[in-house]
């Protein structure tokens, strides 16, 4: 069957895989990488490019963690030299596809939720910094694990607004509610 687009070898579809980790601030989950990849172009299907992201693992222009997929320095360095050679529309594509999720890693970076266990309970650890240093770092102690790792979701999802209201608090500019 012949597909449409502009990318039908390997090799352009392993410099598109890291023309897109190249940009993206931290790993990234295998579906999102999936998706990212995939609507750049009709012209790349699955198999090719599970094939194309496992050799790149292994010749270690990609990590492989838990989290997902990261571009190594070997990666970014001969990304950097031959991504010109993409079709500009595929790589404007790439861009666009990838700002909203660049920005979700760059958040996730700047915010910390962790617990371990501890007598009586859980401390649990959050933290957020803005990009120079770390802004808030607290450490409460919680009665279990399941109330650890929901305040540890719940800062992740909602890390400004709760330290916007610690603020509020803390100077007095707001009442505490009754």
């Not at 198999?47 to 992201?53: E, R």
């Not at 050799?55 to 030299?81: C, F, I, M, P, W």
Request: hydrophobic share 40%; aromatic share 6%; glycine share 8%.
């Amino acid at each position: 069957m012949e597909r449409y687009g502009f990318i039908h070898e390997k090799l352009d579809i392993k410099i598109l895989i890291l023309f897109i980790l190249r940009r993206l601030p931290g790993t990234v989950d295998a579906a999102t990488l999936c998706d990212l990849v995939m609507n750049c172009d009709e012209g790349i299907d699955y198999f090719d490019y599970s094939d194309c992201l496992e050799d790149l693992s292994h010749t270690a222009h990609v990590t492989e963690s838990d989290d997902g997929y990261a571009v190594t320095e070997k990666g970014a360095r001969n990304a950097q030299s031959v991504e010109s050679s993409l079709p500009y529309s595929v790589r404007v594509r790439a861009e666009l596809s990838l700002a909203p999720v660049a920005e979700r890693l760059r958040r996730m970076a700047m915010i910390t939720a962790k617990h371990g266990p501890t007598d009586g309970g859980c401390i649990v650890t959050l933290g957020m910094s803005d990009g120079k240093g770390e802004i808030v770092n607290l450490r409460l102690l919680v009665p279990d694990e399941s109330a650890a790792k929901k305040m540890e979701k719940n800062f992740r999802l909602h890390a400004e607004e709760i330290y916007g209201e610690l603020i509020e608090l803390i100077s007095g500019d707001k009442e505490p509610k009754q």
